[in-house]
């Protein structure tokens, strides 16, 4: 692979104490060296020209939700890493409740391959703590750490017994992994499709309370404590949920972007929206700030939220609608301003949330942009401000949370492991997705 | 017997194109409605009780879930404007195969209806409704979201009796032009009444819809019922007085207003027995008899006797029961006549 040259680009690394304009030397899968900028290149390097952009290291999903295998109608597994490489991310790690479910090393070999042969070795698949057949029956999580998985989970919002979630933690603690515990209680959570407010009541709509939420946070802590495994809990939208998990070395936190864009009043605004159907639901205003400085401070990390939908799931009435819709693809342009004055995420929040506050959560400390670091980056340019549409969005899902809010950044181009995954021409103003084959080429 | 009164617009109230909720009423076009149910009031009272104002169009109920008074009264108050109905029954139709609402409304729409009232146990349903039919919808009724016909029949009983009551408390002369004095003191009957509604707020269309409407026409608005049956943010939503004591809540009142405790669509433990509800919130003979001589009862039915009111109470003089009945083909054939005059389709009636 040649080299790649990343030039006069501003690179945003806080874990690394990284700000500053540089040239970036990418040999191979690493970073290889810095520069001044405007340095010669080698010769034979292709040179990418960063003026006026930022590159951050590359955005982690730790809880996407694919619909292949099991509905690829809804949208093919290559269409959800297209809307990955697109969106901006480098590294997502798929839930396991697809068909089949990722309950056993068969399934996770089986998912992981597909995922590596059609993208980068970045991707992988997360195992499930039960089986698909029995929340009560532990899956095979030794057997699937010892095939490579790294990440377990009930995501999407599987609700799991608390004496089967300690067993759980337990095993994949000895397994030297990563725990996702996906809330809220479900017994206060029942059938809720909008938080439990003043709006919920306005619009006749079962509430979720926030107590659900902090209540299987503080389960998850205690039980991350007593186990020792490494866990993160997700997806946390209140403050009080942030703050019952603050200050612990057991257990990180996860939130999902629309919980940093949207609030309740949102539901004012378009009620019955069924762009706006999400799980968790949105909050009020003083959670959304309060997530957005626990970003920014390196508390939380974040996850758009991909969860694709048919329109016949969607085209329904508000409180029948599947939860959620397309976010890869959305969800940094809406999250992400270049500029550091900004009332949602400047480069150094983002940089923490999408990137390395879930490496730090997974265990993994090469996601800082230091020399000799894989080379995975997202490079960003200034928005335009007009709002998102459906016609962004490359897959079949025709609904996001994010419709509607103002572009703050364009994905320039999309890195992992050194190969440019995704590069959005700037002087058509079009994009596009390359497959491994022409990406190489190009490289 | 009383001349006919036109039912001309009074005030410059916009069109009005669906009606989905008291919420997105303006104040003219809820007074547009309540002023023109008035003069239907006394089309029902004559001999031939049809007037030509709908002829030709279509008028479809689409009842997804179980309804008497609604569904029958809206069907009466269509053939009495001589429109075409339609019924339409969710239990027995395409839905039990699997259809979807939209394809069930798409249906629907393929014959060109021109309005159509739909309820449904889904909040929003009608909206969706909009979204797939060019005839003006009625919300009869979106699980505990709104039910806006019937706030309208309430605000419009109401005032009915307290114009009855007050009519030795108009306004001056001085304050209004002389030819509207009386029709302006009608609909400001309500202006500085406090109404008491009792029972089960959290799944109440009618508590919802009565909120918005009481208010809007100038009401002070109460709500009492056991702590689990009310919603989170009432008070700061609908600016409301909330209680959890009845007799507090009842205190200088001007009328009650009692629920139905929809069990149908409880989920979880929220009450312990009909026993203790009804000894706590229900309208016993005793809680009936400290309130003033003048203070009416209302209930949109169903009534479950002996649980949310006593049956001598619900039968008493000062129940409005059955003149919220009445009531309600008079305000349907207004909601449904400035539908149709919306999408000037109306034909004059007088």
């Avoid at chain 1, 030397?25 to 960063?50: E, F, Q």
């Avoid at chain 1, 301003?337 to 390395?356: E, R």
């Avoid at chain 1, 265990?363 to 007009?386: C, E, F, M, N, Y």
């Avoid at chain 1, 959005?424 to 190489?440: C, E, G, I, K, N």
Wanted: charged share 25%.
């Amino acid at each position: 692979m040649s080299d790649l040259v990343l030039q006069n680009i501003r690179v945003v690394s806080p874990a690394s104490g990284r700000d500053d304009v540089y040239d970036v030397h990418i040999r191979g899968a690493v970073i290889a060296d810095y520069l001044a900028p405007k340095s010669p290149p080698p010769s034979d390097a292709r040179v990418i020209d960063g003026s006026d952009c930022v590159a951050l290291p590359g955005p982690i999903d730790l809880a996407c939700q694919f619909s292949d295998p099991g509905a690829p109608d809804v949208e093919t597994l290559e269409q959800t890493l297209e809307a990955a490489a697109r969106g901006g991310y480098t590294r997502v790690f798929a839930c396991p409740n697809t068909a089949p479910a990722v309950d056993n090393a068969e399934a996770a070999s089986a998912l992981a391959s597909r995922l590596q042969t059609h993208h980068t070795d970045r991707h992988a698949p997360s195992g499930a703590f039960v089986t698909a057949d029995d929340e009560r029956e532990l899956a095979e999580i030794g057997l699937m750490a010892k095939a490579g998985v790294s990440l377990f989970t009930n995501a999407p919002g599987r609700a799991l017994a608390l004496d089967v979630t300690r067993r759980a933690l337990e095993s994949v603690g000895a397994a030297d992994a990563t725990a996702l515990l996906w809330g809220p209680e479900p017994l206060l959570a029942a059938n809720a499709v909008v938080s439990e407010s003043a709006v919920s009541t306005r619009l006749g709509l079962r509430g979720e309370p926030e107590e659900a939420e902090v209540l299987r946070a503080m389960a998850a802590r205690l039980l991350a404590e007593k186990s020792r495994c490494r866990t993160i809990f997700g997806p946390v939208s209140t403050t009080k949920t942030a703050d019952a998990l603050a200050g612990s070395d057991a257990i990180g936190a996860l939130c999902c972007a629309w919980s940093l864009l949207l609030d309740e009043d949102a539901h004012r605004e378009r009620p019955f929206d069924v762009n706006l159907a999400l799980r968790p639901p949105l909050r009020r205003a003083a959670d959304r700030e309060a997530l957005i400085e626990a970003c920014r401070a390196g508390d939380v990390a974040i996850t758009p939220g991909h969860r694709p939908a048919a329109a016949h799931e969607k085209e329904v009435e508000f409180g029948l609608a599947k939860p959620g819709g397309s976010a890869l693809e959305l969800a940094i342009a809406a999250l992400v301003d270049v500029d550091d004055n900004t009332d949602v995420l400047d480069p150094n929040a983002a940089a923490l949330g999408l990137a390395q506050t879930p490496a730090r959560l997974l265990g993994d400390s090469t996601a800082q942009l230091r020399v000799g670091d894989p080379a995975d980056l997202v490079i960003l340019s200034k928005g335009d401000g007009v709002p998102l549409s459906a016609q962004a969005l490359s897959t079949p899902c025709r609904y996001s949370p994010y419709l509607g809010l103002p572009r703050r950044s364009f994905v320039e181009v999309t890195i992992a492991k050194g190969r440019v995954l995704f590069e959005r021409d700037a002087r058509a103003r079009t994009s596009s997705f390359l497959p491994p084959s022409r990406a190489a080429s190009r490289v | 017997m009383t001349p006919p009164m036109a039912i001309e617009p009074r005030t410059q109230a916009a069109p009005l194109r669906h009606l989905l909720s008291i919420a997105e009423l303006s104040s003219p076009q809820l007074r547009d409605i309540l002023s023109s149910a008035r003069a239907f009031s006394d089309v029902n009272t004559r001999a031939r009780k049809k007037v030509p104002a709908l002829r030709g169009l279509t008028v479809v109920t689409f009842f997804f879930e179980n309804s008497t008074r609604t569904k029958l009264s809206f069907e009466v108050a269509a053939k009495r404007l001589s429109a075409d109905t339609l019924s339409f029954s969710g239990a027995s139709s395409s839905l039990s195969k699997g259809e979807s609402f939209l394809d069930t409304a798409r249906v629907l729409e393929s014959w060109n209806p021109d309005i159509l009232i739909l309820r449904h146990s889904q909040p929003g349903a009608a909206h969706l409704l909009t979204t797939v039919t060019d005839a003006a919808v009625v919300n009869a009724g979106d699980g505990p979201r709104e039910h806006p016909t019937q706030a309208l029949l309430d605000a419009f009983t109401l005032l009915e009796h307290f114009a009855k009551q007050q009519a030795k408390e108009q306004l001056p002369d001085e304050a209004v032009g002389a030819a509207e004095r009386q029709t302006l003191a009608w609909e400001d009957g309500l202006r500085g009444k406090t109404v008491t509604i009792v029972g089960d707020i959290a799944h109440s269309r009618v508590a919802r819809s009565n909120l918005a409407c009481l208010t809007k026409l100038g009401a002070r608005v109460r709500v009492c019922g056991p702590a689990t049956l009310l919603p989170v943010g009432l008070a700061e939503e609908y600016a409301c007085e909330v209680f959890t004591d009845v007799d507090k809540a009842l205190a200088r009142t001007d009328a009650v207003m009692m629920l139905r405790i929809q069990k149908e669509r409880m989920a979880g433990p929220l009450l312990a027995s009909d026993r203790e509800y009804a000894a706590l919130y229900g309208m016993t003979t005793e809680r009936a008899a400290r309130l003033g001589p003048a203070v009416p009862i209302l209930h949109p039915g169903p009534i479950n006797r002996g649980v949310e009111i006593a049956p001598d109470v619900a039968d008493s003089a000062r129940s409005l029961i059955l003149e919220q009945t009445k009531n309600s083909v008079a305000v349907r054939m207004a909601v449904l006549y400035l539908l149709a005059r919306g999408r000037g389709a109306a034909e004059a009636v007088a």
